[in-house]
């Protein structure tokens, strides 16, 4: 198997085009960028944003894609269990609510050197731009 993990733009340091703005955009791009690989019989997994972003690749229905796998998603609009606010959550809450067990992912910012909070901030606002909305989910999907 070939395992390919892109980094979605504005995260980590990269810059995202005023142009990239919603989760089908992003989609859409990865089904591009799949097609100027020329990969097919692709399985693509995501977790959390990717795996709304895998939901809205799913919607394409591209013949390049041929399994998805969602792990803990967001963006899917399930009646009776609404997606939690992120972007009001403490990290610590955000930790709380993924795994069974937080402790050895929580974190204490003070640790956080300020480069690295940047990055963190920036990854917020790049979320905030494609997720367009504090529920982080979409009713089509």
């Excluded at 992003?26 to 690989?37: H, I, P």
């Excluded at 955000?94 to 480069?115: E, G, K, Y």
């Amino acid at each position: 198997m070939r395992v390919l993990i892109p980094i979605h733009p504005g995260f980590g340091g990269t810059p995202r085009p005023d142009w990239l703005t919603g989760i089908p955009r992003l989609a859409a791009l990865y089904l591009r960028l799949l097609e100027d690989l020329g990969l097919e019989d692709v399985t693509v997994i995501g977790n959390s944003i990717g795996g709304w972003i895998t939901a809205e690749i799913a919607l394409l229905q591209s013949p390049r894609v041929t399994g998805i796998v969602l792990i803990d998603a967001v963006g899917l609009d399930v009646p009776g269990h609404p997606v939690a606010d992120f972007f009001a959550m403490t990290m610590d809450e955000v930790f709380t609510r993924t795994f069974h067990d937080p402790a050895p992912f929580l974190i204490d910012p003070a640790t956080v050197p300020d480069a690295q909070k940047a990055i963190m901030a920036a990854n917020g606002a790049a979320l905030a731009g494609y997720a367009g909305t504090p529920a982080m989910a979409d009713p089509r999907c």
